[in-house]
């Protein structure tokens, strides 16, 4: 009589224990990244009152064993790690994973995972979950640029200060069809801009121009200018008489080893000096321009000489025309030919290389690529296709894609890869330990932690701008919930029932 009520009070437990389990799937319902859990029993020790036996002689049959069970305990509460929805936040720091793998975070030697991609960025630029503030891991790039993903994990970190150093350019590469239709001496110009060392832009102007030698000829010549915009130099100058002011400006143009063709201007002319009612007179010039072009860097201490004299004051004035780099528009140029096969295709060029030194900067040398001309008779649509350098850049904006790739844009129009987040996966996800805020570590029975990154196989990929809900099933948490109800009330009748049939055998006493 005993043992009927300790089996239904173990049965109250166990119930009681399922209920517990089915309470916090539904108060998790709603919780990012969370995991259900579901209980299930199995039957305690029986205690056998009879062996099972068989007649030897096989006259009669055997008898089964009889035995009686003690009750029910708890089998097991395992996390079932199937996938939850995914829900669009339009947060660029919002990750869903769609796989198997865990977001790998931590802090110094610790490592926890999680699915709970709520992620955002400290004061720091680091990448940290908004839940504990735990650093999230995966792979920086190295002194290359490159990103290693078996390289040693590390904390994420997208900095503001981020940036792209400038690159000179050192290939143009030109497209297109040159119309075989030309007159001979026929031309077309192109003007393209190329970057220096230190990002500084420059004009170049391509000339193109059907050749007829010898004749007939397949051959366009090319020749190319680099243009330069000089900077401005204003001058007051005062004199106490009606004279005439004599300007004197000295230059000097250094000849390039590849003698490219050099060019001046100089213009500007002086206004007419006019006469104060107080006795001054006052003169103001134009602006004027300096301009020329050069293989070597301007060298500052070009001096402009001014005289000012009349009997009452002597003095010189000198100016520097080109402190940094300002120089005076002109035009470096060079030259070559572009030969064509009888079908209009591209044969070769005699000369695709041009130079030139910018003032503080190094030199540029730019192979010109005309290897995607054709020549046939139709349309002229040669153009400049592209060009590989470019300015220096300032971190503007970064995503996250489907590989967990940060990618950053920044203000010169390009975009860099800043990390790559980590992934990580294990033999048996249900052997994970609980450890709140939906995290997990590892036990004995999880196994280690394989790292990978997403895109990798086994791994799944990152929903960017997403969160994974939670996994529970509502219908099936109350329908659970009924039967853990209708067993635990069962289990109570046993109570009542075993406590009746006592108070039965108490009665035969009276």
């Given amino acids: 009589m005993m043992r009927s009520m300790f089996a239904g009070v173990s049965g109250l437990k166990v119930h009681q224990t399922r209920m517990d389990v089915i309470g916090n799937n539904i108060a998790n319902v709603n919780t990012v990244g969370y995991k259900a859990s579901r209980a299930t029993f199995q039957e305690m020790l ?19 064993p009889m035995q009686v069970g003690r009750g029910v ?8 790690h199937t996938q939850g929805n995914t829900q669009s936040t339009g947060y660029v720091t919002d990750l869903a994973i769609d796989g198997d793998g865990f977001f790998v975070l931590g802090s110094g030697e610790s490592r926890m995972y999680t699915r709970a991609g709520i992620f955002g960025l400290d004061g720091e630029g680091n990448l940290i979950s908004l839940v504990n503030g735990l650093k999230v891991y995966g792979y920086m790039p190295n002194a290359q640029g490159e990103i290693d993903t078996s390289a040693t994990m590390q904390p994420i970190r997208i900095a503001s200060s981020a940036t792209i150093d400038a690159k000179a350019t050192n290939q143009v590469v030109f497209g297109g069809n040159l119309d075989a239709r030309y007159e001979y001496g026929a031309q077309e110009v192109r003007i393209f801009q190329v970057y220096d060392s230190q990002g500084q832009q420059h004009t170049v102007r391509l000339t193109l121009e059907r050749l007829n030698t010898p004749a007939p000829s397949n051959e366009w010549g090319w020749s190319a200018e680099w243009l330069i915009e000089g900077s401005r130099v204003r001058s007051d100058l005062v004199k106490h008489s009606g004279s005439q002011i004599t300007h004197n400006v000295t230059y000097s143009v250094l000849s390039d080893e590849d003698e490219s063709k050099l060019k001046l201007v100089v213009s500007g002319t002086t206004d007419p000096v006019a006469t104060s009612t107080d006795g001054v007179v006052w003169e103001t010039e134009t602006d004027s321009s300096l301009q020329f072009q050069f293989a070597g860097a301007l060298a500052p201490g070009d001096k402009v000489n001014v005289t000012l004299e009349q009997g009452q004051l002597v003095f010189t004035a000198t100016r520097d025309l080109s402190s940094a780099g300002g120089s005076a528009g002109g035009s470096a140029e060079w030259m070559g030919n572009i030969e064509f096969s009888e079908d209009g295709s591209y044969r070769g060029v005699s000369h695709n290389v041009i130079k030139f030194r910018p003032a503080n900067a190094n030199e540029l040398k730019i192979e010109l690529d005309f290897s995607q001309f054709t020549q046939y008779a139709d349309t002229f649509s040669g153009k400049v296709l592209s060009q ?12 996250i894609d489907q590989n967990g790739t940060i990618i950053g844009s920044f203000s010169n129009g390009l975009t860099k890869e800043l990390g790559r987040l980590a992934l990580a996966t294990f033999r048996n996800p249900a052997g994970l330990l609980r450890t709140g805020s939906t995290m997990f570590v590892p036990t004995a029975n999880s196994g280690e932690a394989n ?12 929903a960017p701008s997403s969160l994974e809900m939670s996994n529970v099933d509502l ?26 049939m006592l108070q039965e055998l108490v009665n035969l006493k009276r």
Avoid at 48 to 63: K, M, N
């Fill in 46 to 64: 029986s205690q056998t009152l009879q062996a099972a036996t068989i007649d030897p002689s096989g006259a009669r049959g055997g008898t089964n």
């Fill in 451 to 462: 790292p990978g990154a997403a895109g990798e196989p086994g791994f799944g990929q990152i």
């Fill in 73 to 80: 305990r708890l089998g097991s509460i395992d996390v079932r």
């Fill in 388 to 399: 590989n350098g470019y300015t220096s850049g300032s971190l503007d904006s970064f995503l």
């Fill in 475 to 500: 219908a099936e948490e109350f329908t659970e919930m009924i039967i853990t109800q209708r067993g635990f009330q069962a289990n109570s009748r046993i109570i009542t029932t075993s406590d009746e």
